[in-house]
């Protein structure tokens, strides 16, 4: 497994606004990933985190609203940009080894109010 | 594409007893994996337990163990002796063999009672 801490743990945020979300990892990890957890919903995973590339998007989500870096193999960040009401949910990040990852491991996630 | 339903939002079970959570899917492929998420009030996720399709013998992690039915594509998780710690929602989540993504179910919330 791996130790996984996320920056901020919860945040409150003017509509218009955007917050970088920052997910950080005790030991190298080959994968990161986002996702985001609406409110009493499921999860959705939003994009992979690449290592020295774009990130891989999945169906609905875009990288001007969401953009992503990971600049080295511990480290990754989500901007959720102009936010709105509806994106008010909580967001986790996951990590996992080999690719693909065998398990992934998560965040304990942040939650994010937009008023 | 593939699609995981668990058709129980909420369930209950007395301390000590054992409960069934359920959870179903849908797929066309044969290579792919199966596993069971606890989301507790503080929100980590852990990881349960995993079943890997291939395999016929069900996963056991110590009080937790699953039911694996490939033909009915079924994939209950049981939990014995239940204790109050328990208590969290429980996600069922599918990942095929080639990919990394996890395809959540709606989840099933567990109380669990003195």
């Known amino acids: 497994s791996a130790v996984i801490s996320q920056k901020p743990s919860r945040d409150i945020c003017q509509r218009g606004t955007s917050l970088t979300i920052q997910c950080q990892v005790d030991s190298q990890v080959t994968m990161m990933f986002w996702y985001r957890q609406q409110p009493g919903q499921s999860l959705t995973l939003i994009a992979t985190a690449n290592q020295g590339s774009e990130a891989t998007y999945e169906s609905g989500f875009v990288i001007d609203k969401f953009p992503i870096s990971r600049p080295n193999l511990t480290f990754s960040t989500l901007t959720v940009s102009n936010m709105s009401p509806e994106d008010s949910s909580i967001y986790l990040c996951?990590?996992?080894?080999?690719?693909?990852?065998?398990?992934?491991?998560f965040g304990p996630g942040t939650r994010l109010t937009v008023t | 594409a593939q699609t995981v339903t668990q058709s129980q939002p909420e369930m209950s079970v007395q301390e000590a007893e054992t409960v069934t959570l359920s959870c179903t899917y849908d797929?066309?492929?044969?290579?792919?994996?199966l596993f069971w998420y606890k989301q507790p009030p503080s929100r980590q996720m852990i990881l349960v337990i995993r079943?890997?399709?291939?395999?016929?013998q069900n996963a056991t992690e110590n009080r937790f163990s699953v039911n694996f039915q490939k033909a009915a594509k079924s994939f209950s998780l049981k939990i014995s002796d239940s204790q109050l710690g328990d208590a969290a929602m429980y996600f069922c989540a599918y990942r095929s063999a080639d990919t990394d993504k996890l395809i959540f179910g709606t989840g099933t919330r567990l109380q669990v009672f003195p």
């Open positions: 797929t066309s492929e044969s290579d792919y994996y």
């Open positions: 996951s990590v996992g080894r080999g690719r693909p990852s065998y398990e992934q491991y």
């Open positions: 079943q890997e399709a291939y395999k016929q």
